[in-house]
């Protein structure tokens, strides 16, 4: 069964920095993609960024391009976003998720490319 287990979000003041983990566990995701979106109250859920395990590629939002960055550590099936220079609208839910197939670049940011998801965690940026 997989899973995916996302820790680290809280509250922290406009400018500060957070870095989220999650956890795979039930496969090895080493060939596949996986990625971070986000969902604030009353909006869509939005891409936020991506990896490619085996290629290292990343792909992100305009929105957070600059200021966060996606990683992973491959002998602990976890990918981690740092999330530095956080804005109040970077507030929202975020989520884990991983794809089970292998998907073109051009479809990192859709979450119908994603098949599994992890609960999220809470990111609560003030002013």
């Known amino acids: 069964q997989v899973q995916l287990v996302e820790s680290g979000g809280g509250l922290v003041q406009a400018g500060g920095s957070l870095r989220l983990s999650c956890a795979a566990s039930g496969r090895s995701f080493s060939r596949y993609p996986m990625g971070w979106f986000r969902q604030a109250p009353g909006k869509e859920r939005e891409f936020v960024a991506a990896i490619f395990w085996s290629a290292g590629g990343t792909y992100y939002a305009d929105s957070v391009k600059g200021r966060f960055t996606i990683s992973q550590d491959n002998a602990k099936n976890t990918v981690y976003l740092q999330m530095n220079s956080l804005k109040p609208e970077d507030t929202a839910l975020y989520y884990c998720?991983?794809?089970?197939?292998?998907?073109?670049?051009?479809?990192?940011?859709?979450?119908?490319?994603?098949?599994?998801w992890g609960q999220g965690t809470q990111v609560t940026v003030s002013s």
């Open positions: 998720a991983a794809a089970a197939y292998l998907i073109s670049a051009r479809a990192v940011s859709r979450t119908s490319s994603y098949n599994y």
